[in-house]
């Protein structure tokens, strides 16, 4: 059995790499833990080193690896940069900040000594996405790799050559040898190793339905998760807003990664008074992003990860058509050579209760815009849906979008004025379908230690 790497541009092999057997798993997670028994001990200093180590390495070698993102799932050389660039600054981050994130905090009782210490627990295991082949996996490992845990990866096939990238970083950023190994495996094998005894945590990005699975094979062994998983981001456009500086912006949000990103904005829903000024602008920012070859300096978008996932949209949009939507930009399959898995940008409109896009997340290039009553109207919209990763909402009144924000949008993260992005600094992660724990920020490197009480009479 095999695993291979598609060209989403063109539909060519890259690569096909060998797919581990049952026992080379098991192999694998018994030398990880291994590793991580000596691993445990080290230093703060020492891990810290090793992280800004391999910050230097991603900013050393970020083209070339900016390139293998665009060949293998069709990311602009010019965002696989960017993404490179926070992959480096998430490790300097933790570097620095990881030891007081998980320092000993004394706790005044009737003992004569007592804390609460942050123990690293092991093996964990990291089951990741195609769409940000390196950030997704590196906003766990840097502050896993801190916390003094050792990092297993069952990455997407399609971006195998991505994988086995970080592990030479880990390696060549002078990490011990097998404190973090790669899975070249189906997603079939992948509940062997979650019951793997020494698998002590499971860490995933990914479908909402892979993560109900990976929540019950988890649970049923009692192991930590975290789970990040689908969104349907909704973007609020209210009547006092800035509408050339929301349009501006709903577009860029909406085509971040070609549309294929949990934190995408999706459902745009625009107060009826606005709706048509803000349509007219938004439809301009879409039209204008040029399509074509991500490996081309001036690509703003490049092909779908997959021609099955292009297909899959393409069917969705077209169910929404027939459902009563109105497409007034795209809907369409480009016509030109080369074509593998391309989208057009699309707009849909006049987005009804019943119809495909109002409850389920639309993965690609695709914009759906609600009409709003009134501001209390858009909230209700917003709110109306199983998902709650992200949310922003665009108005001059401070007072009333920091409202909206803190106290009634139901997201894991909420913005204002901008598009929903994640921060190193900030904790990042979902509620109800969109899934829970946080990563990233103080928080984020807590997830995966055992908080331990130590009680001294």
Not at 30 to 55: C, V
Request: aromatic share 8%; glycine share 8%.
């Amino acid at each position: 059995m095999s695993i291979s790497s598609i060209n989403p541009v063109n539909g060519e092999l890259i690569q096909e790499y060998p797919a581990d057997t049952v026992n080379q798993l098991r192999e694998k997670v018994e030398l990880t833990h291994q590793s991580w028994l000596d691993y445990r001990k080290t230093s703060w200093q020492t891990r810290s080193a090793g992280l800004d180590r391999m910050a230097e390495l991603l900013l050393e070698r970020k083209q070339d690896l900016a390139r293998l993102m665009a060949l293998e799932m069709g990311k602009p050389l010019k965002d696989g940069v960017a993404e490179i660039e926070k992959c480096a600054a998430v490790c300097q981050y933790y570097a620095a900040q990881g030891e007081g994130f998980l320092k000993d905090e004394t706790v005044e009782t009737a003992a004569g000594k007592s804390y609460v210490t942050f123990q690293p627990i092991g093996v964990v295991l990291a089951i990741m996405p195609w769409n940000f082949p390196f950030w997704q996996l590196f906003r766990f490992l840097a502050p896993a790799l801190m916390a003094g845990n050792a990092g297993l990866l069952k990455h997407a096939s399609n971006v195998t050559g991505c994988a086995l990238a970080i592990s030479a970083l880990v390696e060549d950023a002078g990490f011990p040898e097998n404190i973090f190994n790669v899975l070249i495996t189906s997603s079939k094998y992948i509940q062997e190793v979650i019951a793997h005894p020494l698998v002590k945590a499971v860490t995933l990005t990914g479908s909402t339905a892979a993560g109900m699975s990976v929540a019950e094979q988890s649970g049923k062994l009692l192991k930590k998760t975290v789970l990040e998983l689908g969104g349907s981001d909704p973007y609020l456009v209210l009547a006092d807003a800035d509408i050339e500086l929301a349009a501006k912006v709903c577009a860029e949000a909406r085509l971040i990664n070609n549309g294929q990103s949990c934190i995408a904005a999706k459902r745009f829903i625009v107060v009826k008074e606005v709706e048509e000024e803000f349509t007219t602008l938004f439809r301009s920012h879409m039209a204008a992003k040029k399509t074509g070859d991500p490996l081309l300096a001036g690509t703003d978008l490049g092909p779908m990860a997959r021609a099955d996932l292009r297909d899959e949209l393409h069917g969705q949009v077209q169910e929404c058509i027939s459902q009563g939507a109105k497409c007034i930009l795209g809907g369409n399959i480009p016509d030109f050579p080369g074509d593998h898995a391309f989208y057009e940008p699309t707009i849909l409109s006049g987005i009804k209760p019943g119809m495909l896009v109002y409850k389920e997340e639309i993965f690609g290039p695709v914009a759906a815009i609600f009409t709003a009553i009134d501001t209390d109207d858009a909230v209700r919209i917003a709110n109306d849906t199983n998902f709650g990763l992200g949310a922003a909402v665009f108005t001059r009144n401070a007072a009333l979008a920091e409202d909206i924000a803190r106290n009634q949008l139901q997201a894991g993260s909420c913005f204002v004025n901008t598009n929903v992005k994640s921060d190193p600094k900030l904790p990042f992660g979902g509620i109800n379908q969109s899934g829970y724990g946080r990563e990233l920020g103080l928080y984020g490197i807590r997830e995966f230690v055992n908080i331990k009480t130590v009680f001294i009479q």
